[in-house]
């Protein structure tokens, strides 16, 4: 029983790396852009893809693979930027702000239709193998075993962290990139270009965005185009889980997911898994909407 | 008309009514991802109604109603009073538990040394009320689109009314709207409900007309594109859903030219839409200048 708890604590880290990864560049997007990128995992589904191909194609080696994953996602990053964000920058904050932000979601989510079918139609099998990361065992503790990939993971995850709290903190960039986030207006008068801000930190998640697809490719060693609506949901869940716009509560949001998930599926099986995650998150928004709001209470998320 | 136009056709009505139901929601101001979880309920409750007990499908059909309405209230009334992307994510939760929850219901029964009833993700076949009765798909056909026509015209009469003034009062500006003494929260609820109501007509018509339906067909891609059609058609009368679903049912997948690249077409063509017109191609300031124009 405890030697369960303990292995199933081990399994949800991995998982809860992974997820805490995707829910920093969904966060980077939020917390600055206010806006809900539906089509973040189907991008980062389309850098994996472009790094599949390129592989099955040439010879590459995995350094190539996570930097063609990157560009992948960046690339296609920057198409949904232009196409569904980009257009709606102005109408922030005024009264159409409301409609701009719907009609910008619901962009998003056509454009994640597009990345499906072309994924596709490029590599038609349901399944592709991706290079593992780790080819040896396991780590051991005793009776208890760690992936590698987990470690990677993890790690890959604080110094993203750490990197944004620099870039945050320490840089003129971050200084502009936190008066957009407090009061845009304020800061387009003290002449800061927003849609400028806007567009760096867009390409920045998708980069992060990118690493982490290219990192969970490899660790589940296959690729499918579901990977897109999977990176979507989790990424979201660990957000929402976190409380929205804050990049420490999104590691803590994909953490804590990834060890409920472990533990659920353990104990009542893997739909009740899922169950038991929407119904936290469902719980949370309709007993405690203060929780979500905390760190975005001084503009609506409207 | 040969059988596959008459099943393009009928899905264009069956899915007309999600996006009514969608559309409902949008002028009240809230942007539901859930209406495929009412879509779903229909589909379940009255399928189960028909196949499983026999009760005939109009009365079916209410039972969906009702079960509908009551679902999206008890839905509503913990979360509708969040604002915009929270109302969004608890309904897209609130969606997806019902999906898992289609997922782990068995409940068969054995008719004509059958077995009916929904399975788990084996899903729920069987449900033969009309081919039994021998419902040609012609006349069915005009069943849907007698419904829509009545469902369309009491939209229609509602918007032109005080009630429907109200509605658009909620969703331009909730604040505005309470300071003259609407109910605002009253007025949502009743909303919701109506559109529980609206999607679950819309599901017990599709699983009839399918005879099969599993979990997986009410996820979350069901739900984003009937915003999608909402959207799409546009915001400033009931034809704009009906418009968006005949684009993407109709125009896309009907005629078959963009086969395999449907999605690809359909998405560019949303996502460029609605640079231009984020409230739709029949919007508030399109239908009112009709309006002033032909009446």
């Known amino acids: 029983m405890l030697a369960d708890l303990i292995q199933n604590t081990l399994d949800g880290l991995t998982g809860g790396a992974a997820y805490a990864l995707l829910a920093v560049g969904f966060t980077l997007i939020f917390g600055v852009l206010r806006r809900v990128n539906l089509s973040y995992g189907a991008a980062i589904m389309f850098g994996v893809y472009f790094a599949t191909w390129t592989s099955l194609n040439f010879q590459v080696g995995l350094a190539a693979l996570a930097a063609l994953t990157i560009a992948g996602a960046v690339l296609a990053g920057a198409y949904v930027e232009r196409l569904c964000f980009a257009p709606h920058y102005r109408s922030r904050g005024s009264p159409r ?36 990361l780790h080819a040896g065992e396991p780590l051991r503790f005793g009776q208890f075993f760690l992936r590698v990939e987990a470690l990677y993971l993890l790690l890959a995850a604080v110094a993203v962290c750490a990197l944004l709290h620099t870039i945050l903190y320490r840089t003129r960039f971050g200084l502009a990139v936190r008066a957009v986030i407090d009061v845009p207006v304020a800061a387009q008068l003290a002449g800061i270009n927003v849609s400028w801000v806007f567009v760096r930190i867009f390409a920045l998640a998708s980069a992060i965005g990118g690493l982490a697809g290219f990192l969970i490719a490899a660790s589940h060693e296959q690729v499918t185009p579901m990977l897109g609506m999977w990176a979507t949901i989790k990424g979201m869940l660990a957000m929402m889980l976190g409380g929205l716009g804050s990049l420490p509560g999104a590691v803590a949001g994909g953490l804590v997911l990834g060890l409920l998930e472990a533990h659920s599926q353990w104990f009542f099986g893997p739909q009740m898994r899922d169950l038991i995650a929407y119904l936290l998150i469902f719980a949370l928004l309709a007993l405690r909407p203060a929780w979500m709001t905390r760190w975005t209470s001084t503009r609506s998320a409207s | 008309m040969d059988e596959y136009s008459i099943g393009v056709l009928t899905n264009i009505g069956l899915f007309s009514f999600l996006a009514l139901s969608a559309y409902l929601l949008l002028i009240a101001g809230e942007m539901s991802f859930g209406q495929q979880a009412f879509f779903g309920v229909g589909a379940y409750s009255g399928g189960m109604l028909t196949a499983i007990y026999g009760v005939p499908l109009p009365f079916a059909a209410l039972a969906a109603m009702a079960s509908g309405a009551l679902v999206a209230l008890l839905v509503g009334l913990p979360t509708l009073r969040l604002r915009g992307l929270y109302f969004a994510m608890a309904t897209l939760a609130a969606a997806e538990m019902a999906r898992i929850l289609f997922e782990l219901l068995h409940f068969q029964h054995e008719i004509d040394g059958e077995l009916v009833g929904p399975d788990g993700t084996q899903g729920f076949r069987g449900i033969r009320w009309v081919f039994e009765r021998g419902v040609e798909p012609l006349d069915y056909l005009a069943i849907v689109y007698s419904l829509l026509v009545t469902v369309l015209a009491a939209f229609l009469l509602v918007e032109r009314s005080r009630l429907g003034v109200t509605l658009r009062s909620v969703g331009a500006d909730p604040e505005l709207a309470a300071s003259i003494g609407v109910n605002v929260n009253r007025m949502k609820l009743g909303v919701a409900a109506a559109a529980g109501a609206l999607a679950a007509l819309g599901g017990v018509l599709y699983a009839h007309h399918n005879t099969y339906i599993e979990p997986r067909n009410f996820d979350i891609m069901l739900g984003v594109h009937s915003l999608a059609y909402a959207l799409i058609g546009g915001l400033g009368t009931a034809f704009g859903p009906l418009l968006g679903v005949l684009v993407d049912l109709g125009l896309l997948e009907g005629t078959r030219v963009f086969q395999g690249y449907r999605m690809i077409v359909f998405g560019g063509l949303v996502a460029v839409l609605l640079l231009f017109r984020p409230r739709g191609l029949l919007d508030e300031r399109v239908v009112h200048w009709l309006r002033a124009r032909f009446s």
């Open chain 1, 97 to 132: 702000a409301s409609s701009g932000s719907i009609a910008a979601m619901v962009a998003s989510f056509a454009l994640w239709m597009q990345f499906e079918e072309a994924a596709i139609l490029a590599l038609p099998k349901h399944l592709y193998a991706f290079p593992p």
